[in-house]
């Protein structure tokens, strides 16, 4: 049972905020699929293998494109149970939209080419539904124009769940998430870290026979945007963790390069119009890749403590103007 | 969301506070009846007189009408300010009633002539239509990409209930004096003509409309959190919008065809219940039911009683009530992160 197993996360709450080591210099690494390469040229094998019997959530080898205009040419990479993927790219290059068409959202103007495989079934496939019993979407932030309980919040679940909510696995949870005694209080009271966590505590009751079953899967949409630096870094460093722990496999889109570099243990970087990279922080990120997908110089330092790759802005490219 | 036991006793409560009020209004009215009477009345030992025909032919059809027909405004009203995910979002405000209204004019005025005699079910079905195309239209003009926009949505509601109040103003314009009767009779809102066909052609709109919308409660919880999160937890978001309209628009296209144009139940009976328990729809949309109903029934006695022999139009008193009320309300939420 993962409940258990999830106090360590709110211990760290309280405890230091430091990350932990470079993700790609973890143990544990064995059960890494070596999908990193500078740049895609060949398929990537077989889709929904397995790795040494680590559980491949997703699997994509598609391109997508707005009405007529390609939007992502060549995109190919793949999710295990257990890893933590951060796609990195500039505004408007498409990650939004990869995200809501993984999610099983139907755009009108996105069409892709190509497929993506959900536990090595395709993703046209799966019923809505379906996919709620083992796919949760954190969203950037939430409305609610109605007064709702934190209580109520947790209690969603999905649409074929049908086990009630037992309040002292909710209160668990809760606490885990360092939400304790706040069952009664309003979504509306809530500050953007507790309600981040909140929807994190929501969504993993939505997945909790997934994640009982190790085949969990975590989309985050810009999950950061609200947050202050400490907030982040707890979000982060939770996600990281469950990955770790309960063999969740979690896809998050990120405008923090330095924090992404820092948690993820593979980077998915997209330049205008296509993949440009994908593997650890430390192998992907580069000078010439920032270039390419930002089109700004940069330095790429070695963190003191943690030491994964850290970037700083130096200037625009010759003639490029904001 | 469940219901809490605590829920469920509160429902039952409420249910009987139903039979209480219905039976308590009953001995109310321009020729009062006592508790002794109504009990006779009601056991069967009074089987004639001038009391036995007043009660079992007038006063309890139209006591049984106006809880039917508050209902239907306090359910489709829960139920469409959820779809909307709106607090504001009543049938009215939305171009419903205005739809339906103008519908019910074509029927009277058009349609009837033009067919020589005026059926029973015409009306309720015409005002049916009406409603549901209104619903649709103001869905379409504030819908894009399967997402709807609030603001669109209200302001659309608005120049759909503009244009039919323009239509059914020309209708008016143009109709003779007996019609023109009729219609100031539908534009205040009475029950004073109720009868028990009529509460039959009510109940036969309205029971679907519950049938469809109460087990709805868990759909509209997760619709709670928005269109795009509810699909994200695997619920089909275009089907429980058609659903809702459709049930909404059945209820509340029949109590106005019946009763003409009753303005606040549908946005003051959810509000309250929400101030009072929280959003959960599983028990908002029950209870919403039964507030409307309780509070038309008790506008409608006072609006017998009030001048008796003579009646003040119903839709003119909850208005009078309904605003005032709504506006304290608003005042008082808005310091309290309940509105928005």
């Known amino acids: 049972m993962f409940w258990g197993l999830l106090p360590a996360a709110g211990a760290t709450f309280r405890g230091s905020l430091l990350a932990r080591p470079c993700a790609s210099k973890l143990a544990g690494s064995g ?54 993927l951060v796609v990195l790219g500039p505004n408007g290059v498409g990650k939004s939209s990869l995200l809501q068409w993984l999610a099983g959202q139907k755009t ?24 709620a019993q083992f796919r949760a979407v954190m ?5 609610l124009p109605f007064p709702l309980k934190v209580q109520e919040f947790m209690s969603l679940g999905h649409a074929q769940q049908k086990t009630a909510l037992s309040d002292e696995r909710a209160l668990d949870l809760l606490a885990q998430l360092g939400l304790k005694g706040y069952e009664d209080r309003l979504w509306q009271q809530l500050s953007g870290g507790e309600r981040q966590r909140l929807q994190l505590a929501r969504l993993l009751w939505q997945l909790q026979e997934a994640i009982e079953q190790k085949e969990a899967l975590l989309l985050l949409d810009e999950p950061l945007a609200a947050l202050d630096i400490a907030h982040q870094q707890q979000l982060m460093q939770l996600v990281a963790q469950l990955c770790k722990e309960q063999q969740l496999g979690a896809l998050a889109i990120l405008h923090d390069i330095n924090i992404a570099a820092q948690y993820a243990d593979r980077l998915l970087l997209l330049a205008p119009g296509q993949q440009w990279a994908l593997g650890p922080p430390e192998e992907v990120l580069t000078q010439e890749a920032l270039k390419a997908m930002y089109q700004v110089e940069t330095f790429i330092e070695k963190h003191p403590i943690h030491h994964c790759p850290q970037v700083i802005f130096s200037g625009w490219l010759k003639g490029q103007t904001i | 969301m469940n219901l809490a036991k605590e829920d469920l ?29 109504l009990w006779a009345l009601l056991s069967g030992q009074t089987q004639e007189g001038a009391s036995y025909f007043l009660f079992w032919q007038i006063r309890l059809p139209r006591l049984l009408m106006a809880y039917a027909v508050g209902a239907a405004l306090g359910l489709s009203g829960a139920g ?21 209204m103008l519908a019910a004019a074509i029927y009277l005025v058009l349609i009837g002539p033009l067919l020589g005699s005026y059926s029973l079910w015409g009306l309720p079905i015409f005002a049916f239509l009406g ?94 959190l928005g269109e795009t999160e509810a699909q994200y937890m695997g619920w089909n978001s275009q089907k429980i919008k058609w659903k809702v309209l459709f049930a909404a628009s059945l209820a509340v296209g029949a109590s106005v065809a019946l009763s003409g144009s009753i303005g606040f139940i549908g946005l003051l009976a959810p509000h309250l219940i929400r101030l009072w328990r929280g959003s959960n729809q599983r028990f908002l949309l029950p209870a919403s039911a039964m507030l409307g109903g309780c509070l038309l029934l008790l506008a409608d006695t006072f609006a017998r009683c009030l001048l008796a022999p003579q009646e003040l139009p119903l839709g003119v008193l909850t208005t009078l009530l309904g605003a005032p009320l709504f506006f304290y309300l608003v005042l008082q939420a808005r310091g309290r992160h309940q509105l928005v």
């Open chain 1, 31 to 84: 059960l890494r699929p070596p999908l990193h390469i500078a740049r895609p040229a060949a398929p990537l094998g077989p889709v929904g293998r397995k790795i040494n019997e680590v559980i491949m959530l997703l699997d994509v080898d598609a391109a997508l494109f707005w009405g007529q205009k390609p939007l992502l040419e060549e995109l190919r990479f793949s999710l295990s149970a257990g890893e933590f």
């Open chain 1, 108 to 131: 009108p103007a996105l069409k892709v080419k190509g497929k993506a495989q959900l536990k090595g079934k395709d993703l046209a496939q799966y019923s809505l539904s379906e996919m």
């Open chain 1, 139 to 143: 969203s950037q932030r939430l409305h």
């Open chain 2, 9 to 37: 006793q509160w429902l039952l409560i409420g249910g009987l506070f139903s039979v209480f009020l219905l039976l308590g209004s009953a001995t109310f009215g321009a020729y009062p009846l006592s508790a002794a009477d």
């Open chain 2, 80 to 100: 469409v300010q959820g779809l909307f995910q709106n607090p504001l979002a009543e049938p009215s405000l939305i171009g419903v009633q205005g739809g339906s």
């Open chain 2, 131 to 224: 409603a549901i195309l209104a619903c649709l239209g103001v869905y379409r003009m504030s819908t894009l990409n399967g997402r709807t926009y609030t603001a669109s949505m209200l302001l659309a509601g608005v120049a759909i209930t503009a244009l039919c109040g323009a239509f059914t103003g020309l209708l008016t314009y143009f109709s003779d004096e007996a019609q023109l009767r009729d219609f100031t009779f539908w534009s205040l809102g009475s029950l004073a003509g109720s009868s028990w066909s009529n509460l039959l052609i009510l109940l036969i709109c309205l029971v679907p409309a519950l049938l469809i919308l109460l087990p709805m409660g868990p759909a509209l919880n997760a619709l709670l």
